[in-house]
């Protein structure tokens, strides 16, 4: 998680080499969490990473950066930095 101030957060996922072509910055995501079951965040893909981040040697993955468009006086006190989130199954890991 990175905090632009106190008025912008983000979400920072993984995206194997795969799927990266069905991704592009700009794209609209939604973001949900068990930690902040029932409330969904509304973000856009800031950033695709233009060097892989692999680990395991097998697949290539790229850093992904969501901007989240929610602003935070609409965020329930129950959402903390760290939190793990869902995003659509083609963002691989990611954390709030």
Excluded: C, K
């Excluded at 409330?39 to 992904?64: E, F, K, W």
């Amino acid at each position: 998680m990175t905090v632009f101030g106190l008025d912008h957060i983000q979400v920072l996922t993984r995206v194997e080499e795969t799927d990266l072509h069905q991704l592009q910055e700009g794209m609209p995501v939604q973001i949900t969490g068990d930690g902040f079951a029932g409330q969904t965040l509304y973000g856009r893909i800031a950033a695709i990473g233009m060097q892989s981040n692999s680990t395991d040697g097998q697949s290539a993955y790229y850093d992904v950066t969501v901007s989240v468009d929610t602003p935070l006086s609409d965020l329930h006190q129950g959402i903390r930095l760290g939190m793990s989130a869902q995003l659509p199954a083609d963002l691989d890991e990611y954390w709030l």
